[in-house]
């Protein structure tokens, strides 16, 4: 499966921001579907989770329920709505999809990653 991921951009703290990554080349729906970060200077991180069907989600304690991730099968397409952004959030965000059951949170049990899209949060 490819991914490709866009949405990224700049946004004021306290706002909100919606990034998409459409997959194609297998089929969509057997893959569980994350979103990861990478901050300038940290290591990537776990954001958001969506297993296969989009029954279950799974979300980073940092996220406190500020975002949310959706799916939508016939469109190959996974969301992350982010809101209340804070300067720390910034970074490049990236999808990935696991060919899994479940909702993995480890980086490496992902077997595809997008290309990631920046998102900025002035403060």
């Known amino acids: 499966v490819q991914l490709q991921a866009s949405g990224g951009g700049l946004v004021q703290a306290g706002g909100s921001l919606s990034v998409s990554c459409v997959a194609s080349g297998h089929t969509f729906s057997n893959y569980a579907m994350g979103w990861f970060r990478q901050a300038p200077g940290k290591e990537r991180e776990f954001v958001a989770v969506i297993s296969r069907s989009g029954l279950t989600t799974s979300y980073a304690a940092f996220v406190k329920e500020r975002f949310a991730i959706s799916r939508d099968n016939a469109k190959d397409t996974v969301f992350l709505q982010m809101n209340r952004l804070q300067s720390e959030d910034t970074g490049v965000y990236y999808c990935?999809?696991?060919?899994?059951?479940?909702?993995?949170?480890?980086?490496?049990?992902?077997?595809?990653w997008g290309q990631g899209t920046l998102v900025t949060v002035s403060s």
């Open positions: 990935a999809a696991a060919n899994r059951r479940g909702t993995p949170i480890e980086a490496r049990e992902y077997d595809t």
